[in-house]
């Protein structure tokens, strides 16, 4: 049994909450992980977590706190003008999936934007309220809100099977094969010419 009340010590239980469930949303989604699964693995009394963030939707929001600032990766990937566009998106997009501390978050983004509804919606919003104008603002030519998300949805479909479902080959590849053989079609994608 979980205890309950406060936990000893310093008050670092909301931020033990937000590491806990985003590891856990990560491993096993929105719906498959519960609030007691959340606060049993946190080592607190279920009740802080409605204290703290109110309901597992509102924690879930919590927990999408991105790897990454959207207007710096905007900035980085059209620094050099629209040439290159497309491989730079995607070296970033890819190596950012690479390091544990931001392929958690993503995942839990990936994973519970699949399985729940309104985190899809909180997804959506945040990635078209945020990177996508901050993208579509530096490139040239018409329909770029399409142009990014086909690019986008060529970079998902890539991370979907190589960080959740593990199909091999593609989940062993290096980041510099996947940047050389998939850079061209997203650069295709955002291309103001089709």
């Not at 597992?56 to 919590?62: E, I, S």
């Amino acid at each position: 049994m979980a205890p309950i009340g406060r936990r000893p010590g310093k008050n670092d239980t909301r931020d033990v909450l937000v590491r806990t469930a985003r590891r856990m949303f990560a491993d096993t989604g929105f719906d498959k992980t519960s609030v007691r699964d959340i606060a049993a693995a946190a080592g607190v009394d279920p009740g802080l977590i409605r204290h703290y963030f109110g309901s597992k939707a509102d924690l879930f929001q919590a927990t999408l706190g991105w790897p990454f600032d959207p207007a710096a990766v905007a900035a980085q990937v059209t620094a050099e003008g629209p040439g290159g566009v497309g491989a730079r998106l995607t070296r970033v997009f890819f190596e950012a999936w690479e390091h544990p501390e931001s392929r958690s978050p993503l995942l839990a983004i990936l994973r519970g934007a699949a399985t729940h509804a309104d985190s899809a919606d909180l997804v959506r919003q945040f990635i078209q309220g945020e990177l996508y104008d901050q993208l579509a603002a530096r490139l040239p030519g018409p329909d770029a809100g399409l142009r990014i998300d086909l690019a986008m949805a060529q970079l998902l479909g890539v991370a979907y099977l190589r960080h959740i479902l593990r199909v091999e080959p593609l989940a062993s590849a290096s980041v510099d094969e996947l940047v050389t053989r998939v850079s061209p079609v997203v650069e295709a994608h955002l291309n103001a010419t089709p």
